[in-house]
Structures are given as C-alpha cells and as structure tokens.
C-alpha cells in the first residue's frame, strides 16, 4: 500500500462547478499537507498548505484536514478552464521528506 | 516563472551512459531538492541539500548523486543509466526558514534509449 493515495482522473467539470480533489493517507506522523498544481510541461506550482486539522482559504480554494480519517481534501470554487492542470498532493514526514501522490488530472470544460 | 532553472531541457542518451542534470535555485534559496518523475511512480523525493551539506536522502539509487556548490548550484549524476531511469528530473529550492515552501523548476526530460 503507497503511502498516499490519490485518484488519477481524469476529473472533468463544467466552467462554474465546485471541484473536490482528494487524498487519502496511512502514515499518522504527517503533519503538513500541501496541494501543488502542475500544468503540461512545467513544474509543480505550490497552491497552499496546511498544518494539522482543519481548513485553509484562499481565494477560490480551499484545503481541508481531517488527520482523524487521515484525508485531505482541495476545493476549488467557480472553477475555471485555466484551473485545468494536474493536482498533486503532498505530504511531510519528518522535516525533510515529502511525499507526493500521483497527481490528480482536472478538466475544466468551458 | 518561479525563478528556478534547470539545463538541459531535454536529454537523449543510450543505456550505460552517465550524464549530468544541473540546477540553479532561487536567488537566496540555500535548499535544494530533487525529484524524479514518472508516469508510474508519480514524484519521488531523491535528496535534499542545504547549503552544500546533504540533509535528507529518499529514492535515490546507488547509481546516483549529487552535491551542491558554493554558490549554491547544483548538480545531479545518473550513471549507468537503464531504460527505467527515463523520467522527468525537477529540482526544487526553498527559502531559509521555511521547510514547507518549495519552488519547482521546469524540469529535465531524460529518455535512456
């Protein structure tokens, strides 16, 4: 079983719909959560992250924490065609590992 | 942009061969990571760097390395290369002080023919 689980789509939505992205992990000892975004051909881009339980905003996004079903969840609001990339989860072990799940591919649909 | 460079873009080589992916972090960054890259296997943590020093090792196969320069560069040796090791390599820099920001360079494609 990986370390961190993540569905690898493709996910498509229509323009304007709410998007929720997902991932599920086994190791308790995570205390950091990140989303990165990644377009075709270029490096991951850092979206947000997140100590522990909880919920973080930022603008049309939104990251949430649940250690006690050890889930991790990224909404994304009024989604747009430029919002099409793939969604990486990320994970910190200790101070310097960090897990990535495979990545989640979006398509937002205009 | 997010001010991290890497050369070469692409990298085209036969199996056996050693060759040499170089990285430049963000100005002021003293951390380096490097990844690897794959349809399979998602992103692989491979080493960590801070300041030349290594601090943090993943993945990383015996038959590579890496090291980080004075001024901060740094530089990533995959030797004899096998057809699995065709991959996206990115290098990755982060702030002092911070261990949760990291900043993605565009990445080098290597393809072991």
């Known amino acids: 079983q990986k370390e961190v689980e993540q569905d690898p789509g493709p996910l498509s939505v229509p323009e304007g719909a709410i998007v929720s992205l997902n991932c599920t992990y086994s190791?308790?000892?995570?205390?950091?959560f990140m989303w990165y975004r990644q377009y075709s051909r270029k490096g991951p881009e850092l979206l947000m992250y997140?100590?522990?339980?909880g919920n973080k905003e930022d603008g049309r996004f939104t990251a949430q924490v649940d250690k006690s079903s050890k889930y991790i969840s990224l909404f994304i609001r009024d989604s747009q065609p430029s919002d099409s990339a793939t969604y990486l989860c990320a994970m910190k072990a200790g101070t310097y590992k960090y897990i990535f799940g495979t990545g989640t591919r979006l398509k937002v649909l205009a | 942009d997010s001010g991290v460079t890497q050369t070469p873009k692409h990298l085209i080589t036969a199996t056996g061969q050693r060759v040499t992916l170089r990285c430049s972090p963000r100005?002021?960054?003293?951390?380096v990571y490097w990844y690897q890259q794959s349809l399979d296997q998602g992103l692989q943590f491979l080493i960590q760097?801070?300041?030349?020093?290594?601090?943090a090792k993943g993945n990383i196969l015996e038959r590579f390395s890496a090291q980080q320069f004075p001024d901060l560069h740094s530089e990533l040796n995959l030797s004899s290369l096998e057809l699995g090791d065709s991959a996206l390599y990115f290098c990755?820099?982060?702030?002092?002080?911070?261990?949760?920001?990291?900043?993605f360079g565009p990445g080098t494609r290597l393809t072991v023919t």
């Open positions: 100005s002021g960054d003293l951390s």
């Open positions: 997140t100590y522990s339980s």
């Open positions: 990755a820099s982060s702030p002092f002080g911070t261990v949760n920001e990291q900043y």
């Open positions: 760097y801070y300041n030349g020093e290594e601090r």
């Open positions: 190791n308790s000892a995570f205390q950091y």
